[in-house]
C-alpha cells in the first residue's frame, strides 16, 4: 500500500465527540465521503511530503460548499508535517471542499462530506442571536441557551503532559450535573500576581500557578521562544475543548489575560498574530465557543482600545463559523457595541441589580452578560476573596444578574484561578465544598418558566425584584430573606386575566417547591401581600402561573 502512495498523503480524523473518542478513515488512493453528524467535530489530516518553512505563516483554506452556503475555512499546522481542515455543520446535506494553500501539495485538492442529522438528544449547536429577542441567547436549532457560566481560568493545566485527562473528566462531569453550561476560562494564564494562602503548601496538587512546563510558545514563560508555537500545548487544549464539546458546555474562550504574569509578545508582532491567529483557526469549527479577546482587556494598560477592535476585526475576518465574539471590559463594550454581539460587563457595586438593570435599558438589542460580580464563594484556600465570599451573599447576587434580565457567572476560589480543587467532594471534612446545588435549583426553576420570555419591569419591584413573562402567563417576584412579604398584585392586574391562576414559592437554598395553590386577590386594595414562607432561612421567589395574557 505504501508503494501507492501519492505526493499527498491523506488520514482523515473524525473527532467523534459523542463517545469523545477520534475514528480514523484512511483512503491513500481517492477522496471517500467523509460521514458526520450536525454539529459533530471532525479532523482532515493531510501530510505533505516535505517540511514546510515557516509553516505557521502559510495561508491554507478549505472552501466547502453545498447549494446554498459557501465557507472559505482556515487550515492549521499541527506539527509533524500535518495539516488539519477542521470542520462541522449546522445544516445537514452533501457538501464538497477544494484546498487553496500556499504551499503546492494541498493546493486543489478536493474532497466530499455528508452531514447527517444531529442524534444527540442534548445538543443544540452554537450559542447564536436571535433578531426577535435579542437580549436573549439561542443555540442554533432555535431552543433558548439559558447562559450560566462557571469560572475556571486554569483548566487547560489540568492533566497537562497526561495521557488522560481524567482530573479534567472530573470536574467537567460536576460542571454538567450541576447545569452549569459554560466555562470561563483563559488559553493560557501563568500565574496570580497577588498573595498566595500557605495552606496550598499542604496541598501542592492542587496549585497549578508558576508551572514551566507549560506554554503555547516554544520554550517557557520565564525564558519564551516567540519563533514557533508549542503544538503539544494546543493538542491537549484540543482534549478539553472536545471533552466539553462531549458534555454540551460552552468555552468562553479569552484568548489574552493580562493580570496573571504572561510572558506575551509584543502587540502586533510576528509571534502576537500568529498566536491569536492559530487560536481562531483551530476552534472555531468547535459549536461549544464563544470568543472573548481578553480578560479585562483595558484594566491594565497592557492593550489600547484601537488593539482590541483590530483583534475583533481579525476574529470575524478568519472566523469561517462566525461564533459570538464579546471583550471582558465593560466600557469597551459600551463604547464599541456595534464591534461586540453581546455587552461583557465586570460590577461589583452593592447597587448591582440597578447597573444591570440601566445596562439592560441602554442596550435594548443585545444580550448583557455579567462576566464577575464580585461574588468569590469561600474554598478551603483564600484565593481572591473579592467583595463578598458568603455563599448565599454570592448566590443572591447572581440571582440578582438574572432578574434584571441578564446572565450571570459563578466564582468558586476552588477552581476560578490558580488553585484548582477538581474533585471537592472527595476532599477531607474539614475543607470547605462548593455550593453548586444552589446553582442546580436555579437552573430547574429557571427551566420551567422560560426566562427567554421573562422581562424585569421595574415598577412592579415593591419590596422584592420582578421578572413578568408576558407571553406563557408567569409573573415570578425575588424576596431576600430577611424581607416579610412580597406581592404580585399590581403585575397580575395590569397585565393578565387571572382566574385560574396559581401560586407557590421556591427556596433558593434547598430548591424545594411549596404547594400549589389557587391564586387569588384579597381585600379592598389593588395589592396582594402573599405571607412568605422560609423568613430568615432563604431566599425565596413567589411564582403565580396560569395567567392569561390580557388582549390588546
Known amino acids: 500500500m505504501k508503494s501507492k502512495l501519492t505526493l499527498l498523503s491523506i488520514t482523515i480524523f473524525c473527532c467523534q465527540l ?116 435579542p437580549q436573549h441567547l439561542f443555540y442554533q436549532d432555535g431552543s433558548h441557551y439559558f447562559n450560566l457560566a462557571f469560572e475556571c481560568d486554569w483548566l487547560f493545566a489540568l492533566d497537562y503532559n497526561q495521557k488522560e485527562i481524567t482530573k479534567t473528566k472530573h470536574l467537567l462531569s460536576l460542571v454538567e450535573k450541576h447545569k452549569f453550561n459554560q466555562i470561563v476560562m483563559n488559553v493560557y494564564s501563568y500565574d496570580v500576581k497577588w498573595p ?21 510558545f516554544l520554550g517557557s514563560n520565564s525564558n519564551p521562544d516567540f519563533s514557533a508555537l508549542n503544538i503539544d500545548f494546543f493538542n491537549h487544549f484540543d482534549k478539553v475543548i472536545s471533552e466539553m464539546h462531549n458534555k454540551e458546555i460552552v468555552s468562553h474562550l479569552m484568548i489574552y489575560v493580562w493580570n496573571k504574569l504572561v510572558n506575551w509578545p509584543d502587540m502586533q508582532s510576528k509571534a502576537d498574530n500568529m498566536y491569536y491567529d492559530y487560536v481562531i483557526k483551530r476552534y472555531q469549527a468547535f459549536p461549544n465557543i464563544i470568543w472573548d479577546v481578553s480578560k479585562e482587556a483595558l484594566h491594565y494598560e497592557r492593550a489600547t482600545k484601537d488593539y482590541i477592535s483590530e483583534r475583533i476585526e481579525r476574529t470575524r475576518k478568519l472566523d469561517a463559523f462566525n461564533r459570538l465574539v464579546s471583550v471582558h471590559d465593560y466600557g469597551f463594550c459600551r463604547n464599541h457595541k456595534d464591534e461586540v454581539d453581546f455587552i ?17 435599558k441602554d442596550f435594548p438589542n443585545k444580550p448583557i452578560f455579567n462576566i464577575e460580580h464580585g461574588g468569590y464563594e469561600e474554598s478551603p484556600y483564600v484565593t481572591f476573596p473579592g467583595a463578598y465570599d458568603n455563599a448565599e451573599a454570592c448566590l443572591r447576587r447572581n440571582y440578582m444578574c438574572l432578574f434584571a434580565g441578564g446572565y450571570t457567572t459563578y466564582y468558586w476560589q476552588g477552581t476560578s484561578w490558580n488553585a484548582v480543587i477538581h474533585n471537592p467532594f472527595e476532599q477531607p471534612d474539614n475543607f470547605i465544598k462548593p455550593k453548586f446545588d444552589y446553582f442546580t435549583h436555579m437552573r430547574t426553576l429557571f427551566d420551567t418558566v422560560n426566562f427567554e420570555n421573562c422581562e424585569p419591569i421595574e415598577k412592579y419591584n415593591g419590596a422584592g425584584y420582578n421578572l ?19 406581592g404580585a398584585a399590581k403585575a397580575v392586574k395590569d397585565n393578565f386575566n387571572y382566574q385560574n391562576a396559581t401560586q407557590q414559592w421556591f427556596n433558593t437554598i434547598t430548591g424545594e417547591f411549596s404547594k400549589e395553590e389557587k391564586y387569588i386577590i384579597r381585600g379592598v386594595a389593588l395589592e396582594f401581600w402573599a405571607s412568605r414562607p422560609w423568613k430568615n432561612e432563604a431566599d425565596a421567589i413567589l411564582i403565580v402561573r396560569n395567567l392569561t395574557p390580557k388582549e390588546k
Open 196 to 216: 498566595k494562602d500557605k495552606r496550598l503548601l499542604d496541598y501542592p496538587e492542587h496549585e497549578y500557578g508558576s508551572r514551566e512546563d507549560i506554554f503555547p
Open 344 to 360: 461583557s460587563m465586570q460590577n461589583w457595586q452593592h447597587t448591582l441589580y440597578q447597573n444591570m438593570l440601566k445596562a439592560r
Open 468 to 486: 413578568t413573562n408576558k407571553k406563557d402567563g408567569i409573573v415570578l417576584v425575588y424576596a431576600p430573606k430577611e424581607n416579610n412579604w412580597v
Open 18 to 133: 459523542l463517545t469523545a473518542q477520534i475514528q480514523k478513515w484512511q483512503n491513500p488512493k481517492s477522496y471517500s465521503t467523509v460521514k458526520i453528524e450536525q454539529w459533530q467535530v471532525a479532523d482532515l489530516v493531510f501530510k505533505t511530503k516535505k517540511e514546510v518553512k515557516d509553516p505557521f505563516s502559510k495561508n491554507s483554506f478549505a472552501i466547502v460548499t453545498d447549494k446554498k452556503i459557501t465557507q472559505k475555512i482556515p487550515m492549521f499546522y499541527n506539527g509533524d508535517k500535518q495539516w488539519v481542515f477542521r470542520y462541522s455543520s449546522a445544516v445537514i446535506g452533501k457538501k464538497t471542499f477544494v484546498i487553496e494553500s500556499d504551499i503546492k501539495e494541498l493546493n486543489h485538492k478536493k474532497g466530499k462530506i455528508l452531514v447527517s442529522k444531529n442524534q444527540k438528544e442534548n445538543r443544540h449547536g452554537g450559542v447564536v442571536l436571535n433578531k426577535e429577542n
